[in-house]
């Protein structure tokens, strides 16, 4: 059972930028596709970019590309989100997942899900 928790959420205004970090509680950067998902108020909860092996592969949805960048430290069993330039729409609550294979992996197979970590950015 991989358990995974997220922190680095918090309020910022349109254009900055945040890290939002996802600890993992065993070694995952080999084996496992992780992933940073996010869910506003009344939407459904939307993939955002994953990362397989350290970036042997990555996906980045559409609505983020150019702006948020996964990375991983293998060392710290710690996956990373680099968020820039944060639009108000980007208001969500933010979740890192974890499953054992490799990427892509849809959203309902993800197999372990962190609590999440609130943002919102003010215009």
């Known amino acids: 059972q991989v358990q995974l928790v997220e922190s680095g959420g918090g309020s910022v205004q349109a254009g900055g930028s945040l890290r939002l970090s996802c600890a993992a509680s065993?070694?995952?950067?080999?084996?496992?596709?992780m992933g940073w998902f996010r869910q506003a108020p009344g939407e459904e909860r939307e993939g955002l970019v994953a990362i397989y092996r350290g970036g042997r592969s990555t996906y980045s949805s559409d609505s983020v590309k150019g702006r948020f960048i996964i990375s991983q430290d293998s060392a710290k069993n710690t996956l990373y989100l680099q968020m820039n330039n944060l639009k108000p729409e980007d208001t969500a609550m933010y979740y890192c997942?974890?499953?054992?294979?490799?990427?892509?992996?849809?959203?309902?197979?993800?197999?372990?899900w962190g609590q999440g970590t609130q943002v919102t950015v003010s215009s």
């Open positions: 997942a974890a499953d054992r294979s490799p990427c892509p992996v849809s959203l309902l197979e993800y197999e372990y």
């Open positions: 065993e070694y995952t950067y080999w084996s496992y596709c």
